[in-house]
Nanobody, 126 residues
Framework: QVSLAESGGGLVQAGDSLRLSCAAS????????MAWFRQAPGKEREFVAA????????YYADSVKGRFAISREIAKNTVHLQMNSLKPEDTAVYYC???????????????????WGQGTQVTVSS
C-alpha cells in the first residue's frame, strides 16, 4: 500500500556530500515512520537513520551520527538523507523503508518496516 522510490545516489569522493531522497506514494495520508538502511557487498543490511511519525524524533547509527541528517517534507511525502563528510566505508546500496508500526522502539530493526524501496547506490572513493 506504500511505494517508495529512492534517488540521489552516485559516485563521490571522500569528504564530499550527497543528498538522498525517497518519495512515498500510496498511503500518503497515513501515519508511518521512515528510515534509511544500507547494505554493502557481503554484509547484512544495517540501520542508518530514522524519523518517527509521531513526533519527528530522529535516530542515527553511531557510525553516521554527526555526519548524516534525516529530514521529512510532509507536504511532498518525501524523506531525505543528507550525507556529509562521506567516507569510503559509507559505500553501499541505500534503502528507504517505511513502517506503519506504532511502537518506535523498533526503529532500528529491519522487520519493523513493511515497505522498502529498490535502493540507490552510493560509492565513496578515497
Amino acid at each position: 500500500q506504500v511505494s517508495l522510490a529512492e534517488s540521489g545516489g552516485g559516485l563521490v569522493q571522500a569528504g564530499d556530500s550527497l543528498r538522498l531522497s525517497c518519495a512515498a506514494s500510496g498511503r500518503t495520508a497515513s501515519s508511518y515512520s521512515m528510515a534509511w538502511f544500507r547494505q554493502a557487498p557481503g554484509k547484512e543490511r544495517e540501520f542508518v537513520a530514522a524519523i518517527m511519525w509521531s513526533d519527528s524524533r530522529t535516530y542515527y547509527a553511531d557510525s553516521v551520527k554527526g555526519r548524516f541528517a534525516i529530514s521529512r517534507e510532509i507536504a511532498k511525502n518525501t524523506v531525505h538523507l543528507q550525507m556529509n563528510s562521506l567516507k569510503p566505508e559509507d559505500t553501499a546500496v541505500y534503502y528507504c523503508a517505511a513502517s506503519l508500526g506504532y511502537s518506535g522502539i523498533y526503529y532500528s530493526q529491519r522487520n519493523w518496516y513493511g515497505y522498502w524501496g529498490q535502493g540507490t547506490q552510493v560509492t565513496v572513493s578515497s
